[in-house]
């Protein structure tokens, strides 16, 4: 089970920090990702590493904005967003491959957190 935390409404320019915690498997075994969608829009990848977290993608739209990481003793992942946008509002999940190479694609994912909500709005 993954569980997603640190949504909310943030104004432009502010930051916000996800976590995604994981319990009943060891998240540092499996390439993880968080993905958002956003009212009327498909799913898109937002960032991706790999299990060994020597590998990492980000989105164009979010490269110099957003920080993936992991902490293997808390089995959690993160996703530090600063510089929000009015554009970066959607429900952002986390999810787990059973892989350890990354992959952009949600179809390639195992498990999925429940979302959490990012608002950015003056």
């Known amino acids: 089970q993954l569980v997603e935390s640190g949504g909310g409404l943030v104004q432009p320019g502010g930051s916000l920090r996800l976590s995604c915690a994981s319990s009943g498997f060891t998240l540092s075994y499996y390439a993880v990702g968080w993905f958002r969608q956003a009212p009327g829009k498909e799913r898109e990848e937002v960032s991706c590493?790999?299990?060994?977290?020597?590998?990492?993608y980000y989105a164009d739209s979010v490269k110099d904005r957003f920080t993936i990481s992991r902490d293997s003793a808390k089995n959690t992942m993160f996703l530090q967003m600063k510089g929000l946008k009015p554009e970066d509002t959607a429900i952002y999940s986390c999810a787990a491959r059973e892989s350890k190479f990354l992959s952009p694609n949600p179809n390639e994912y195992n498990y999925w957190g429940q979302g959490t909500q990012v608002t950015v709005s003056s």
């Open positions: 590493v790999t299990s060994s977290g020597g590998g990492i």
